[in-house]
């Protein structure tokens, strides 16, 4: 006799059983205690999060003969026996994924309208609903609005954006959640407790991680896991399941906050031959960055981090920007997509570990100077168009020195020859400032100081508001042109009233005061 998996012997059969959707259960019990149950659901949410479990357990409840509608399912009338045993006809379950014409729906819609043989209600359960056709849909929707008094509909999905609108009118939409998980380890080990299966609470932990919020993945792999009849021990779990010792991580985002491109190589490829799948390793990678950003940003309760690890874990944070740990999460996210199509298993993984170690680029330093300007005390600041203060930093080449005048030999075109520049620079920083400085013009320069002309006094108040946007405004002209370069605003009082800038600074200056031209015949 062939022995039952363990995710089907460990499906939940009462509403007790299931596993954080409280949520879900609660409203459910509810409407079965109130007589209320509605005539269709939609089911939402990850694999192996328990939409099919919940729809029968709401499917058995509906036809259960037990007079206390609280007690529904009650596991002991006939019904409940003969829908336990799966010899219960008024229960339909349909595979959309198998079924997705028009014409399977035009069959389910004629038969609806029998009456149930036994119980009171007919109930479909439809998978994967979203693997209907637009046909299919459509010729549902009558149906799903206005059933028989009999008939029940449960549909459920992993893809909701996938589901017309018209059909998510007709339905209550439940959200299933990913289970956490405390909850799956607690689960596994009452499965552990009861088949004797002898396994070491991080191995479980490991497991519980690997299945990404999905109970039916993280019995899967502990059914595979039992079957060598030996311990489950953490180093058994990670041979099987493809991943790397923790060890192997630490080493390898240790090499890259230090920029040691060598040892980062020798850590990948260490946990590559040791039988660490590509993707797996990417994944570990991506959920370590997200460690660290989370400590990084302050916000470390929900983190499930050992004390030992999270010293370190602090350490590493210090030494790594939160720009440069969010690229890295996206390049190692990107390689564990790329993984699946890409010829060579550790190349992405390579690739995405090269540009980490690439040292910051200009911007990156730019930023560290505003974040030092930014952090002055009030007091210590004179105008952006009088002085800023002195950096250290590169390659920032030069930031007019306080108490020093802007360097008077920078003209207007200089400036607008190297303006596309500026502008890329400052893009890579701040999107919004650049997008305002489209409706700047650059009206002239005088005494090392850049005149920029706005048409509304609001755009250019929003401008002045932050000190950062004119900080890394003049910042940038300056490091592209390597001289100081002071920057003011001013208002455009008339357009046609702005001279060029062959005119003269006194000309432009007075226009800009309020004068005007006054073209003598």
């Known amino acids: 006799m062939t022995s039952q998996a363990l995710y089907r012997k460990w499906r939940p059969q009462t509403w007790d059983e299931v596993v954080s959707q409280e949520h879900i259960v609660r409203i459910l019990k509810n409407a079965i205690r109130s007589d209320r149950v509605g005539h269709a659901y939609l089911f939402s949410g990850p694999r192996g999060t328990g939409k099919t479990t919940i729809a029968r357990i709401l499917a058995r409840a509906v036809n259960c003969l037990d007079s206390d509608l609280g007690a529904r399912p009650c596991d002991h009338c006939s019904n409940c026996i003969a829908m336990n045993e799966g010899r219960f006809l008024d229960i339909m379950e349909i595979d959309a994924a198998s079924n997705t014409s028009v014409d399977d729906v035009r069959d389910l819609r004629d038969k609806i309208n029998f009456s149930p043989t036994q119980g009171r209600m007919k109930v479909y359960i439809i998978d994967e609903v979203h693997m209907l056709s637009t046909a299919a849909f459509n010729a549902l929707l009558k149906t799903l609005e206005e059933p028989p008094s009999h008939a029940m509909f449960i549909l459920a999905t992993t893809e909701i954006h996938k589901i017309p609108a018209t059909v998510l009118s007709r339905c209550q939409h439940h959200e299933f959640r990913r289970i956490p998980v405390t909850d799956i380890v607690q689960w596994l080990q009452k499965i552990c407790a009861e088949e004797k299966i002898d396994a070491h609470p991080d191995a479980l932990t490991l497991i519980a991680r690997q299945a990404t919020g999905a109970m039916r993945d993280a019995i899967s792999m502990l059914d595979q896991l039992s079957s060598n009849g030996e311990k489950i021990t953490l180093q058994t779990a990670q041979n099987t399941l493809g991943v790397a010792a923790n060890q192997a991580v630490i080493d390898l985002i240790g090499s890259i906050t230090e920029y040691n491109t060598a040892e980062g190589l020798s850590a990948l490829h260490k946990a590559l031959d040791s039988g660490s799948d590509s993707r797996q390793l990417a994944r570990q990678v991506v959920d370590y960055l997200r460690q660290l950003l989370i400590l990084r940003l302050g916000t470390n309760e929900s983190l499930e981090i050992s004390s030992e690890n999270r010293a370190l874990m602090q350490q590493q944070c210090q030494k790594i920007s939160t720009d440069r740990l969010v690229n890295m999460i996206r390049l190692f996210n990107q390689a564990a997509v790329d993984s699946r199509v890409g010829w060579h298993p550790g190349l992405n993984l390579e690739l995405a570990l090269a540009e980490s170690c690439v040292e910051e680029k200009p911007v990156q330093v730019v930023e560290k100077l505003i974040e030092k300007i930014a952090a002055k005390k009030p007091e ?142």
């Open 380 to 521: 210590e600041f004179i105008a952006v168009d009088d002085d800023l203060e002195e950096t250290e930093d590169q390659p920032l080449k030069v930031i007019i020195k306080k108490g020093q005048i802007p360097d008077p030999t920078v003209t207007k075109e200089e400036i607008e020859r190297n303006w596309s520049k500026v502008r890329a620079l400052i893009k890579q920083h701040d999107a919004i400032l650049d997008a305002t400085l489209n409706h700047a013009k650059l009206l002239y320069v005088r005494d090392g100081v850049l005149y920029l002309g706005f048409p509304r006094e609001m755009i250019k108040n929003k401008v002045e508001e932050n000190r950062k946007s004119l900080l890394w405004t003049s910042a940038a002209i300056s490091n592209i042109l390597g001289k100081p370069v002071g920057v003011s605003l001013t208002i455009l009082r008339k357009r046609s009233a702005v001279a060029d800038s062959s005119a003269g600074p006194l000309v432009d200056a007075a226009l800009q005061m309020g004068g005007k031209l006054v073209v003598q015949k």
